[in-house]
């Protein structure tokens, strides 16, 4: 079964445009969620995570159980934002899925 | 610094011929993960440890064995590579504790498996 879906393969937004990546999860129980970024050639790294409700590099990303999503937002993209992006989720017995990511660009 | 070492980084086999490819971690993290990613797809779990126990994710074939002598290292052996094996593997560590904290992974650069 599906458990992470990114609906979006790519995405290209205008420099200083307004981001969002969609995210939906199919979970029982209550899972954790977490962005993974890709910048070309490094390796896959966490970008954060909904129990934290931290932001980082000003993206934010809130855990809405009603609606089983975790959409990453930015207000205003940067070019250094043009990157892979993944989303994933925790659940029992350290199991660990991903969705198929979004490629997004920046458009300069 | 601490961090996840996959070697080789890039890796050409042939139809048949058994490989292995390897991973370590200086994070002496307790968990340890497999992931395949073929081009354009998700990371695809096939196994991980949680110290020194095997789990097998259920779609894994059998063809995938890993091993794990220490908690720094770990081992994916591919007994008899098909063309449908060239991938991407990443290795990953996480480390587990009291059921609040979150078990982020941190993840190796990935070994490039070509099969020929």
């Known amino acids: 079964a599906q458990r992470v879906t990114q609906p979006e393969k790519l995405l290209s937004v205008f420099k200083g445009a307004p981001v969002e990546l969609k995210c939906n999860y199919s979970?029982?129980?209550?899972?954790?969620l977490f962005w993974y970024v890709q910048y070309s050639r490094q390796r896959l790294q966490l970008l954060l995570r909904?129990?934290s409700r931290e932001s980082i590099k000003g993206f934010t990303a809130d855990l809405n159980k009603g609606e089983t999503s975790f959409h990453l937002k930015k207000p205003f993209a940067q070019e250094e934002d043009s990157a892979m992006y993944y989303c994933a989720l925790s659940g029992t017995g350290n199991q660990f899925y991903f969705g198929t990511g979004t490629s997004l660009t920046v458009i300069p | 610094d601490a961090m996840v070492i996959q070697n080789p980084r890039y890796q050409v086999t042939q139809f048949g011929k058994p490989v292995t490819l390897s991973c370590s971690q200086t994070?002496?993290?307790?968990?340890m993960y497999w992931y395949q990613q073929k081009s354009s797809q998700a990371p695809k779990l096939l196994f991980h440890y949680y110290d020194k126990d095997f789990n097998n994710e259920a779609d894994t074939p059998d063809n995938f064995q890993s091993r794990r002598p220490n908690t720094s290292f770990c081992f994916l052996d591919i007994r008899s590579p098909g063309l449908g094996d060239a991938a991407m593997y990443l290795c990953?560590?996480?480390?587990?504790?009291?059921?609040?904290?979150?078990?982020?992974?941190?993840f190796g650069p990935g070994t490039r498996l070509t099969v020929l």
């Open positions: 990953a560590t996480s480390r587990t504790g009291a059921a609040h904290v979150y078990n982020e992974q941190f």
């Open positions: 979970y029982s129980g209550s899972p954790e």
């Open positions: 909904h129990i």
């Open positions: 994070l002496n993290h307790n968990v």
